[in-house]
């Protein structure tokens, strides 16, 4: 991604088992429905299953904002931010970039998010997470995934379809998890790693080319709205 000229940046964030305490700017992630957690870890106690998922989103808010304070320093255009993350990180990014208007939280803008296999781990039912004029989504999630189920990134793609941001979940039918995802093709014949980069490529250049009517469907085929 260097090479490409992407300046990256890996943060550290705390867990729920380093019993974390939230200030009152970040309190009110302990009130959002974190009901799915234990659906992806069943060992996470109450406590842990409502403070490791908040004190990550806090964490990364934090990270952002010390980058916008510094990027002078590291040569970096804050006006072109990307979030990745995977797993326990796709998590984090998807509730930075689409949760944190719900409650009150502001944070420096996103201009792009690549889900790799994790998802926003509310009730669906007492939270709608994606809103219109939010960051365009990628995601990649593999069908067989048992740790974090492959419904949830559907049901992500589906609010950013119905509340039309622009996204793009390629289509395939992987059973692979991991890194391993990366060195696959889709059901197109695009290595994976090819269309995130240029997924990531335009939305930071050029983000009205951004494809809006590619989705998962039942995950064997693009769908159009």
């Excluded at 009150?104 to 939270?127: M, S």
């Amino acid at each position: 991604m260097v090479a490409q000229g992407f300046i990256a940046a890996s943060i550290d964030y705390r867990l729920g088992t380093q019993a974390p305490v939230m200030n009152a700017e970040f309190a009110p992630l302990l009130e959002l429905p974190w009901t799915q957690a234990r659906s992806v870890n069943e060992s996470l106690t109450k406590s842990e299953e409502r403070h490791g998922p908040a004190a990550a989103v806090a964490d990364t808010v934090r990270a952002l904002r010390y980058l916008k304070a510094k990027a002078a320093n590291y040569g970096a255009d804050m006006s072109r931010v990307m979030l990745f993350g995977s797993s326990a990180g796709g998590i984090t990014v998807v509730n930075v970039a689409y949760s944190l208007d719900e409650i009150g939280i502001e944070r420096p803008a996103v201009h792009g998010v690549v889900n790799c296999w994790g998802a926003p781990l509310h009730d669906y039912t007492k939270l709608q997470v994606v809103d219109a004029g939010e960051p365009p989504l990628f995601v990649i999630h593999a069908t067989g995934d048992k740790s974090v189920l492959f419904a949830h990134s559907q049901e992500l793609v589906r609010q950013a379809r119905n509340k039309r941001v622009p996204f793009e979940a390629p289509p395939y039918e992987l059973t692979a998890t991991g890194l391993k995802i990366f060195h696959l093709e889709d059901s197109t014949g695009v290595p994976i790693w090819d269309r995130m980069e240029a997924f990531m490529k335009t939305a930071l250049n050029d983000p009205t080319a951004l494809p809006k009517r590619r989705c998962v469907g039942d995950g064997k085929a693009e769908c159009r709205l």
